[in-house]
């Protein structure tokens, strides 16, 4: 008789999911001016979750003059007052972690296994850390007396809705700036229950502000002139248009876009370590993430025992129910995710790359895809080069580190690498050679707040987390914020 | 030249029990990596490293794995059935292994259908007793020998040891590698003691005593040179790998668990024979068993979830395990004194 684990689902009772929500703005929740809205479903089953306000334009105004008169008394609070806002914050988000994971895996789709223990507890980390720097921003670094910038507009993906809320609004506020969030279409949820818990938190009233929408309503809101920043995590287009849209204007931008990570695995690589730090660079949130190891460069020589061993390590997966807490891949997103991910892996097959995914039976309904990998991929095939944002991996080979280094770094992109050898200095000689913004050496897909993540090239500028992520949200005494010259042209008047 | 690597080519071959004649043919055609010390040292260091917040990772991952209703049913069966129920204390008596051994072959007088558990564990001199308390049933006797847990004896004494216990009735013998000589790098010296005590576990009917090989891994220290000792273990004869004596401060643990049935996994890929695992020591709890199941489960699979391949060396994890066996039937917990204390 085999060990077959009986369905262990964690209780949908913990969450409560109104039929409809407003737009949160200025404190409350209100409809949209023309009342439109849209239905936000659940990628596993594609039942209808809640139907939520779509923002227009003029909601879009309102969000942003509320979070300007916020502005004022909230920049002007000591920074010991703000951070004990973000930390109950932080305390709330622990104490409702439970509700906040199974709901994020009903609108995302993503196991209970990875928002119970990884989103939750980094939302956490990420605004209890943040909250430390609050009263220490004279000594950070950029300056005596860095100034927030003002309101900063800020547009998140749906692969980690509240962890990408959390990467923006905790340095943003932190700083002593005001926000307008707009989280992504498909996955609003989790950014309303964070209003709801902005209000537990006795938090002033426009200092948070969440827009739900689609794409028109991101665009009025990095369009809207009132705000004095834009930092955007999404697709390299995306975030293309945003960077036409600003040029030209004074306001600060960050972009955080996509990714076509290099893991580097040499012949004297800790293998079953190695297996394992391939399988969660790319099953990892069914490979929906940015700085995902999509591409596996392995040495030539150790190519059929890795292979072996990976294809072995990946029929145990266990693919079906996000809420199961035995569940490591869940659904796709979104079935134009779905399409898009089914359309880029048929290129690898049409283009010769040789297909391999374990026997495993997805369910009927939602979006699924079952973990892919590609062998015989070479640099040219459309599977080695555009981001495919879904369970598929590439298989490259090279010979020498150099090689690595080379193909490895031949990319449009640069967010992630990861290098796995048992020798320290190799390790280093190759970290220091990758043009990436985050090089993990024998991990892969490990996040701390504490740690500055971005790209380079056309994964996009600015750093996000750490001290560094300060800086996207503070003007330092060189450099005179948006509110400083405003208050100098009075003056001139 | 890395021999670990090629020799970790999985190849088809039909699988083999480690115990009996074909696994020492396979055995025999690794002879080129035991042939000299240097041969031996060279094979064990080009193994692949082993990278501990990976392995760790890995393991407590794992442990995370929920086990509910029907598979908890299942997994406490099975866990009671692996049991090689252990005392190895110097108050020791007769009186105290013969209800050892009743409960053995009646784990909860409540229950019969309550499975009986793999073995008895006992030090030699017990042996005698443990095998007529236990006679007619297919509870095992094993007993731990060669100077247990220190090992630190001369190889006659060791090889004395062992024979006294098979003469005695043992069905399996748990003997201790020399730690000393392993750590100074003879290996081939600990692999001659191997060879020699799985020797010594023949009866004079051509028949043997499976052998379990004691790494004692809170003393090996590092992950690497588990890796090496298991390997060095298997291809001496061993019939499992056991982690440790439950004598030193840091026994089984879920990674070192994890990493020898790796091995295990890796060595069957290259040789087609079949070891088993026994962790030992501190394993209490019935969620502790559950999540070495998984390991288990999720590293060899199946072939290796009967007691057969796979045995808890453990005392007061039984009484934990039967707790919840009643909750299971009950729906109700009872308490310490609804099982026996022996």
């Known amino acids: 008789m085999a060990f077959e684990y009986a369905p262990a689902p964690e209780s949908r009772a913990v969450v409560d999911i109104a039929p409809s929500y407003g737009l949160f703005i200025d404190g409350e929740f209100r409809e949209a001016s023309d009342g439109k809205v849209f239905k936000t479903v659940s990628p596993s089953t594609e039942e209808v979750l809640s139907e939520v306000a779509q923002a227009s334009a003029e909601d879009v105004d309102a969000a942003v003059k509320a979070a300007r008169k916020a502005f004022e008394k909230w920049s002007a609070l000591p ?65 005596a007396d860095p100034r927030p910038l003002g309101v900063a507009g800020q547009v998140i993906p749906w692969n980690f809705p509240l962890l990408m809320l959390a990467w923006k609004i905790a340095p943003a506020l932190a700083a002593g700036n005001t926000v307008v969030l707009k989280p992504a279409e498909t996955t609003p949820l989790s950014a309303l229950f964070f209003a709801d818990i902005c209000r537990q938190a006795g938090l002033p009233k426009g200092v948070v502000n969440i827009l739900t929408g689609d794409g028109s309503t991101g665009a009025a809101l990095v369009g809207h002139d009132g705000i004095d920043k834009v930092a955007f995590t999404g697709s390299t287009g995306v975030g293309k248009q945003i960077a036409r849209t600003l040029a030209g204007t004074d306001k600060k931008l960050t972009l955080e876009l996509g990714g076509k990570g290099a893991n580097i695995v040499f012949d004297d690589a800790p293998i079953d370590q190695a297996v394992e730090g391939i399988v969660n660079g790319i099953f990892f949130n069914q490979g929906q993430v940015c700085c995902a190891g999509s ?139 990758l043009r990436a913004g985050v090089v993990w050496a024998n991990t892969f897909n490990k996040f701390d707040p504490t740690s500055p993540f971005g790209g380079y090239k056309e994964s996009g500028f600015g750093r996000e987390g750490g001290r560094h992520g300060l800086e996207a949200y503070l003007a330092g005494a060189a450099e005179p914020s948006n509110e400083r010259s405003e208050r100098e042209g009075e003056r001139d008047r | 030249m890395r021999y670990a690597r090629r020799y970790a080519l999985p190849v088809t071959m039909p699988t083999v029990p480690s115990f009996g004649n074909e696994a020492a043919e396979r ?29 760790e990772a890995r393991a407590a991952a794992l442990g995370t794995r929920s086990i509910k209703t029907t598979a908890k049913a299942y997994a406490i069966d099975l866990s009671i059935s692996m049991i090689d129920l ?159 004596t439950g004598k030193v401060a840091v026994n089984a643990t879920p990674a070192n668990t994890l990493l020898m049935l790796e091995a295990v996994r890796d060595f069957h890929a290259t040789t087609g024979v079949q070891v088993g695992v026994k962790p030992a020591g501190g394993i209490r709890t019935t969620k502790d068993a559950m999540k070495f199941l ?49």
Not at chain 1, 403 to 431: H, P
Not at chain 2, 108 to 135: F, H, Q, S
């Open chain 2, 86 to 244: 252990t005392t190895l204390e110097g108050a020791d008596t007769p009186g105290k292994v013969r209800a050892l051994c009743a409960k053995a072959l009646n784990p909860d007088p409540t229950d019969r259908e309550t499975p009986r558990t793999a073995a008895i564990c006992v030090y030699p001199d017990m042996v005698a007793t443990a095998a007529e308390a236990l006679r007619g049933s297919d509870v095992k006797v094993a007993s731990v020998a060669t100077a247990f847990p220190a090992g630190r004896a001369a190889l006659p004494v060791k090889l004395a040891d062992t024979a006294d216990a098979v003469a005695a009735g043992a069905d399996e013998i748990d003997m201790v590698i020399d730690r000393g000589a392993f750590l100074s790098g003879r290996y081939l010296s600990v692999f001659e003691e191997i060879k020699a005590v799985k020797e010594a576990c023949r009866r004079e009917d051509g028949s043997a005593a499976r052998l379990k090989v004691i790494f004692e891994t809170g003393e090996l220290s590092t992950y690497d040179n588990i890796r090496r000792a298991s390997w060095l273990g298997m291809l001496a004869g061993a019939d499992f790998i056991k982690t440790s």
């Open chain 1, 295 to 433: 591409r596996l460069l392995v040495q030539e020589s150790i190519q059929d025992e890795l292979l072996d061993a990976l294809k072995r390590r990946m029929s145990t997966l266990r693919v079906g129910d996000p809420l199961d807490k035995n569940t490591d891949v869940g659904a796709i997103n979104s079935a134009e995710q779905l399409a898009r991910i089914t359309a880029l892996a048929d290129s690898g097959e049409a283009e010769g790359a040789e297909r391999w995914a374990p026997a495993c039976e997805l369910p009927g309904a939602g979006y699924w895809f079952a973990p892919t990998l590609f062998t015989n991929v070479t640099q040219a095939h459309r599977i080695a080069r555009e981001e495919i944002f879904g369970p598929v991996l590439s298989v490259l080979t090279f010979r020498t580190p150099g090689e690595a280094v080379a193909k490895a770094n031949n990319s449009q992109y640069g967010l992630s690498a990861g290098i796995w050898t048992e020798k320290g200095s190799r390790m280093l000689a190759v970290a220091g050679k």
């Open chain 1, 79 to 143: 920074g010991a007052e703000r951070a004990k806002y973000l930390f109950r914050i932080a305390r709330i988000i622990q104490e409702r972690s439970r509700e906040l994971a199974v709901l994020e895996t009903l609108d995302n789709g993503k196991p209970i296994k990875e928002t119970r223990d990884a989103d939750l507890p980094l939302v956490a980390a990420h605004f209890f850390y943040y909250a430390g720097w609050a009263d220490k921003l004279d000594h950070a670094g950029f300056g």
């Open chain 2, 27 to 55: 055995l025999a055609s690794m002879a080129d990596v035991t042939a000299s010390d240097g041969a031996l040292r060279r094979f064990l260091h080009g193994l692949p490293g082993v990278d501990p917040v990976g392995l």
């Open chain 2, 294 to 342: 998984v390991l288990v489960n999720e590293t060899v699979g199946e072939e290796w979830l009967s007691n057969e391949w796979f045995r808890f060396g453990a005392s007061s994890l039984l009484n934990d395990l039967l707790m919840q066996r009643q909750k299971l039937s009950t729906g109700r917990y009872s308490g310490p004194d609804y099982v026996t204390v022996d």
